[in-house]
């Protein structure tokens, strides 16, 4: 990689044809010379970005470790182009697929927050169905939100908001993130439906850490018990943070992450 490269400049490359053509940006991290050990990757979650504190560390662990790093951001979200209204989960997989083609690691660390854990879930399976990228050696989970469109969204629209999908094709909330309201619309939701990975067990083949706040308002802790039910038993550890909100962003939720993504990356 060029100099550039290596002090973090922001890359591009382009992800679908025609209408469906956006430029998703990456940062990527080199290892160090001779330096042995997966890739981190970093999925970030619904309207994030990889400029955030959670990803920053991460891609500082790697420094430290001597390991590569890749951050992105989806269409519609940071530095990346497309609008986010056209944003789904087979959207967004399909970007995440095409940063690993680009780059090429032989293997990763996936690290996903909130929906990157969801995102990180279906990478596992759309790897494993093709046959071909990088080995995942390991899946640390944080505040995961798989399925949260059918599971934490469908059953709780009002009737007004199941209007505004119907008529508007979207409906938009309050965010306690930002001042601008989340929106969601009825492709995501739809969409949702087809990518949900919660009806079966879930072979990620690797081990698998999930870091989960007990006093989350978003995704409940119950969210994360339920996702255990349908990760095979063996190499699956979750940690309960009692007093944890979403984002497990203080020191300490910071220091539970670097330790067990660097756990991931030493037992490959």
Request: charged fraction near 20%.
């Amino acid at each position: 990689m060029s100099e550039a490269e290596t002090l973090g400049e922001t890359q591009f490359i382009t992800v679908g044809t025609d209408a469906q053509s956006r430029r998703i940006a990456m940062m990527l991290r080199p290892a160090a010379p001779g330096a042995r050990g997966p890739t981190l990757v970093w999925l970030g979650g619904y309207r994030s970005d990889m400029t955030g504190t959670k990803a920053i560390e991460l891609d500082a662990l790697a420094a430290r470790l001597g390991l590569a790093a890749i951050r992105f951001d989806y269409s519609g979200h940071g530095a990346s182009g497309g609008d986010f209204v056209d944003g789904t989960i087979s959207r967004w997989l399909e970007e995440a697929l095409a940063v690993l083609d680009h780059v090429g690691p032989q293997k990763v660390v996936l690290v996903g927050s909130s929906m990157g854990g969801w995102v990180a879930l279906r990478l596992a399976q759309a790897l494993s169905a093709r046959g071909s990228g990088p080995e995942i050696a390991g899946m640390l989970l944080i505040a995961p939100a798989p399925d949260f469109t059918h599971e934490l969204i469908e059953p709780n629209l009002t009737d007004l908001e199941r209007h505004s999908l119907a008529e508007r094709g979207f409906l938009e909330e309050p965010s306690a993130y930002s001042a601008a309201p989340n929106i969601y619309t009825r492709a995501l939701i739809e969409d949702g439906r087809a990518n949900r990975v919660m009806t079966g067990i879930i072979d990620t083949g690797c081990p698998v850490h999930i870091l989960q706040g007990m006093k989350d308002p978003d995704v409940p802790y119950s969210h994360a018990l339920k996702l255990m039910e349908f990760l095979p038993a063996d190499d699956v550890v979750l940690t309960l943070v009692h007093d944890g909100d979403h984002r497990l962003s203080r020191p300490q939720d910071i220091e539970r992450m670097i330790g067990a993504a660097e756990a991931l990356a030493k037992c490959d």
